[in-house]
């Protein structure tokens, strides 16, 4: 209770004096770089046209004010405000090109939202949604997807179409109100099959970006359709080009942004790649969320994001709801300031969804939260500040995403997923590097790189990854990494085996495999440290029979055992067989140049992903990075549910981010593994050990009741929050 009690003063006495925060936004000698400042922000909709279409619902949006949504975001703190202007069915001002709600009578939410802005000085962006069928769609059915065989896509627009047209004007309209910006939702070509458009407006794009070539009528996973990915990557790109382009041709000074699904858990269905549709627009936006992407996600979306956004801003949305946007529930005040201050530590700007209920009217718990939540984030801001100290990049592949995982996008993404899961619980701190992007400068910001089943890798990948070992950093390569070509399809000779030092006799598909190392391994870095010698682990996911060259082996793989039945097909290996005979080594290590190359034959970040999550799994992984990181420059060591960020200050001082995520035991749902955690209602209260490679000059710490000890080596802290920030200047021994 010490600390609800100590917020709720903090952001009444703030609030007093809320009205001041707008004035520096009106007086900015540069309106349109808002988003270059700003921490925090709402975006505010109705509950959406799908639960108030029918003209009978008399009640739908009646109440949705854009004056009482902007006061009521200047009270509560926010930096800007996202205002709904247009969904799939209705405009929520006074449109010529498509219905307004009905049920707002003579009023105009945009105008009134505008006009309450410009007095308060903050920035106020219009959202206008893209996909999603509704009205336009129904009224212009030329307009939509079609399949293969012609037949219209529900609900999908093509953006090939005159309908981009009809947009722009959208834009136009809602330019004349004065607005700072756009927020344009959806750009997707929908998450699931068909993948692709076939309308006479995409044949004939086609045949000008591919002269001479025919549109794949099915997907054949082959050059054709290579072609055809990048299509529809083109034609996600080109709509969002000429969006921007119309907006700062006639529009300088507003900003543009784009909702944005290049990144896990979205694959080539959406029509975006990771760096190359984030790129595009003033800065980045994308969602994350527990209710979509669970918990360990959030952390991991904001430093895609970094990675994706390359130097602009990026902005991650998460929402105040239990499950989804439209729930009209709220989460405890505790569960979401983890969220924020997650997304906050890992550099983002953050936006919380808040969809009003069905009337439109403002939940008041909800906005208590938000005052809460902002007020608190402010008072912080620049403990924000700094450049990330990393331990270790997860390098991310699009082309192993697009064609290895294919239609099974967890193929590849529980990999990736996992990777971050046993880095983030070891406390090694992490960054994504994204093979759209790699460069030597990129990767030379990492002591250690982890191919986590990256299963394409080109021949320009091989040569930057070998120039980086060489040149001092480590590699750390997972499970099936570099057994498939460019179009997913087994290779003869592994792209990685020179580097490895070994050669591949056979990937086994079979994920009931095991490790079983002995204490040997521990004279190249592994401490074998919870994970028990001479006994076989299971490690869930592909492994690699190796056979080692110029290697050093360590340990056995093993498979699973083959039963009579198994090998007849009447047994499938969903659940785990017993270990089996050996397989190769398990750990390869091999020194090239001034770097080292560690080969786990088995998929740990597959394992840590899965629901065969064993701990040895992920403590195998970052043992792996440990033994060739080499001294690390700040270790953190506190319980797995902390989550830590380094940031460089200024030199010498550093920022210990700290974020406790404690839900209590939940799971009775038996559509398993579909299953909300508990929301955390309770502060944690945890011991975190923090060793520097230089003494300590000095410490301090957010809350007054941190206990704080130094000494020769370090600092402990005694935490009782969710969140603490440990700023620590070293003594300079150069």
């Not at 270059?36 to 739908?60: C, H, I, K, M």
């Amino acid at each position: 209770m010490r600390i609800t009690r100590i917020l709720i003063v903090a952001v009444w006495t703030a609030g007093a004096v809320a009205g001041g925060i707008g004035t520096g936004w009106a007086q900015s000698s540069d309106p349109a770089s808002w988003y270059r400042n700003a921490l925090v922000g709402l975006e505010v909709g109705p509950t959406g046209a799908q639960w108030g279409g029918d003209p009978r619902d008399t009640t739908y949006a009646s109440r949705f004010n854009g004056r009482e949504i902007v006061e009521a975001a200047r009270k509560a703190g926010a930096e800007y405000v996202v205002l709904w202007a247009r969904d799939g069915e209705w405009a929520y001002y006074d449109s010529k090109l498509m219905p307004k709600c009905p049920r707002l009578g003579s009023r105009d939410p945009l105008r009134e939202g505008v006009e309450a802005a410009r007095e308060a000085g903050l920035p106020l962006i219009a959202y206008c949604v893209v996909q999603g069928g509704g009205w336009a769609l129904r009224e212009h059915p030329d307009w939509g997807m079609r399949d293969a065989e012609g037949h219209p896509i529900e609900g999908r627009f093509c953006l090939n179409s005159p309908y981009l047209q009809f947009i722009l004007g959208l834009l136009d309209e809602i330019a004349t109100y004065g607005v700072d910006g756009f927020h344009v939702d959806m750009l997707d070509q929908g998450f699931g099959p068909p993948y692709g458009c076939w309308c006479d407006h995409c044949r004939a794009r086609f045949a000008e970006w591919f002269p001479g070539e025919e549109m794949p009528r099915s997907v054949s996973w082959d050059a054709a359709w290579d072609r055809m990915l990048e299509f529809r990557y083109r034609t996600c790109e080109a709509f969002e080009q000429a969006v921007t382009d119309h907006v700062k041709r006639h529009y300088p000074g507003k900003s543009i942004d784009f909702n944005y699904h290049g990144y896990p858990p979205f694959s080539f269905e959406t029509g975006q790649l990771p760096a190359r549709h984030a790129a595009i627009g003033d800065f980045a936006t994308c969602e994350t969320g527990i209710w979509g992407f669970s918990p360990l996600a959030v952390s991991l979306t904001a430093e895609f994001m970094r990675a994706a956004a390359g130097t602009k801003p990026y902005q991650v949305v998460m929402q105040r709801g239990v499950r989804m946007y439209h729930d009209q529930t709220n989460r405890p005040l505790n569960d979401l300031r983890w969220e924020l201050f997650t997304l906050l530590s890992h550099g983002a700007q953050v936006t919380i969804v808040d969809k009003t209920p069905f009337e439109g009217q403002l939940d008041p718990v909800a906005w208590r939260h938000y005052g809460l939540l902002f007020e608190e984030a402010k008072r912080y801001r620049d403990m924000f500040q700094g450049e990330p100290v990393w331990d270790v990049g997860l390098y991310f592949s699009a082309r192993t995403r697009d064609w290895w995982a294919r239609e099974d996008k967890d193929r590849y993404f529980t990999s990736f997923y996992g990777a971050h899961k046993a880095m983030s619980y070891d406390h090694l701190t992490w960054g994504v590097v994204l093979d759209e992007q790699v460069t030597p400068e990129k990767l030379a910001a990492f002591p250690v790189l982890v191919l986590s089943d990256v299963a394409v890798v080109t021949e320009r990948e091989e040569a930057l990854f070998k120039t980086y070992v060489q040149n001092g950093g480590s590699l750390v390569i997972c499970g099936v990494t570099g057994c498939y070509d460019r179009y997913g399809v087994r290779l003869k000779q592994g792209m990685l085996e020179d580097l490895i030092g070994a050669e591949i006799k056979s990937v086994i598909e079979n994920r009931d495999n095991y490790v079983q190392l002995d204490g040997s391994i521990r004279e190249s870095g592994f401490s074998l440290e919870e994970i028990y010698p001479d006994w076989p682990h299971l490690i869930y996911g592909p492994a690699v029979f190796y056979e080692p060259r110029d290697a050093r082996p360590y340990g056995m793989l093993r498979a699973g055992v083959r039963t009579a039945r198994r090998v007849d097909g009447f047994e499938q290996t969903a659940f785990p067989y017993p270990a089996g005979e050996a397989a190769g080594p398990a750990v390869l290590t091999r020194t090239l140049g001034k770097g080292r190359v560690i080969t786990l034959a088995v998929s740990p970040g597959y394992a840590a992903g899965s629901e065969y999550r064993t701990p040895e799994a992920r403590r195998l992984l970052a043992q792996a990075v440990r033994a060739v990181r080499g001294p690390i420059l700040v270790t953190v060591s506190a319980p797995e549910y902390v989550e830590a960020v380094v940031i460089r200050s200024a030199e010498n001082r550093y920022r210990i981010q700290l974020c406790g995520y404690a839900a209590p035991p939940a799971g009775t749902d038996p559509k398993r593994p579909w299953l909300l955690p508990e929301m955390m209602t309770d502060a944690p209260r945890f011991r975190v050990r923090v060793t520097l490679n230089h003494p300590v000059r000095s410490v301090s710490a957010l809350w007054p009741y941190t206990r704080l000890e130094t000494d020769a080596a370090g600092l402990t802290a005694e935490i009782e929050e969710v969140f603490e920030s440990l700023d620590i200047e070293t003594e300079n021994t150069n």
